[in-house]
């Protein structure tokens, strides 16, 4: 037997954000204190009333398959919210919950990707964007942003990019890993050319409730690039419920007809109890998430005043989501006698190891001179941590020649 994965293995690589929050923890478990600023987790605890909700569907044996693409009144209370919150008009059979944001990607991906498809991805990006593509056996075709345009794509930018082979355009607003929210008229503005070009958009929006400019916009609302939009969103991140795994799609109906047939093959339905948790997450209170969206804001004003206090460090401001993307590059090319840091992965471990500060390197979202840092961690660990990151990059000098 040969011990070799399948070229479809071959064609991805492990997820960098998982791996760096497993090292940062192998490390605190030898009793090394440190503060993980790596994985994007809300810190928060998933609200009372939708532990309670899990708890109820057990005792009332809601623990048999669903339908593949969830509860009906899951779907009915998704598309309420996506009509009183977005202003937008979608039936529950246009809507596919599944394992995760993730998954919903996934089944995106596979069900209108064909081999050698380019999918035009904004850099930096979520990591899991190109690794997925790639499984899909699309190409990448990444945009690279710019720090001073907020780390936005412009229209141009994509109109440049463009070519017979595109098929899609992947992005997220708020966007992971440099927070930058597009505006209602720069949305409109790229809808127009992919509209043109017929190109669908995958619209990853599962930062939506964490914003710190206003009400979320989805491009979506354009009626002219409605049927090639695809909505990725999910309860992971504003409801604080990253371990139940529900995130959700919403789009024309043949891609949802496709993604309930993949999904119906590959997983079934997403965990039960926590389709009814979602249920009341959906439907219930809100004041708990709203103080956890207030809560994000101030430590985004901590880690912005911080990191722009430091020598050489630069960032934009994060508008949403719980990251911030500054560029470290000036410290590129120098050493503390032991170690040299020539890019973005040399950075992370030598925070990781001389100020115990795990971050992820900028490569893993395709932008080498930055490093992403999760303010989603106490105030205290945020400041502990800037300073350290400070106290260590000081100590960084030119290498002699
Ligand atoms: N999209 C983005 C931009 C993310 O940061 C994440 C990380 N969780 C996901 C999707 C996947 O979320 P989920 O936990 O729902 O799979
Ligand atoms: N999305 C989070 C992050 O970027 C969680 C980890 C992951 O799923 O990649 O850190």
Known sequence: MKGLASNRIGRISQSQTLEMANKANELKMKGVDVINLSIGQPDFETPHHIKKAAKAAIDENYTFYTPIAGFEELREAICLKLKSENNLNYSPSQVVVSNGAK???????????????????????????AQIDNLAHGENVFIDTTIENDFKVTPEQIEKAITPSTRAFLFSSPSNPAGSVYTRDELEAIARVLAKHEIF????????????????????????????TIIINGMSKGYAMTGWRIGYLVAPQW???????LQGQYTSNACSISQK??????????????GMNAAFH??????????RAILGVKTNIPNGAFYIF??????????DGKYTINNSNDMSLYLLEIAHVAIVPGSAFGNDNCIRLSFAASNRDLKKGIKRIRTALARLRQKDK
């Open 103 to 129: 998954q919903a990607l996934a089944n995106t991906l596979l069900s209108i990707i064909n081999e050698g498809d380019q999918i035009l991805v904004p850099a930096p990006y979520w990591v899991s964007y």
């Open 201 to 228: 958009v995958i619209s990853d929006e599962i930062y939506e409730r964490i914003n710190f400019v206003g009400k979320h916009e989805s491009i979506a609302q354009f009626d002219f690039i409605k049927d090639h």
């Open 255 to 261: 891609i949802a007809d496709s993604c309930r047939k």
């Open 277 to 290: 948790a979602a249920f009341a997450a959906l439907t219930g209170e809100d004041t708990y998430t709203l």
């Open 298 to 307: 101030s430590r985004r004003d901590i880690v912005v005043e911080g990191l």
């Open 326 to 335: 500054p560029d470290v590059s000036t410290y590129y090319g120098k050493t």
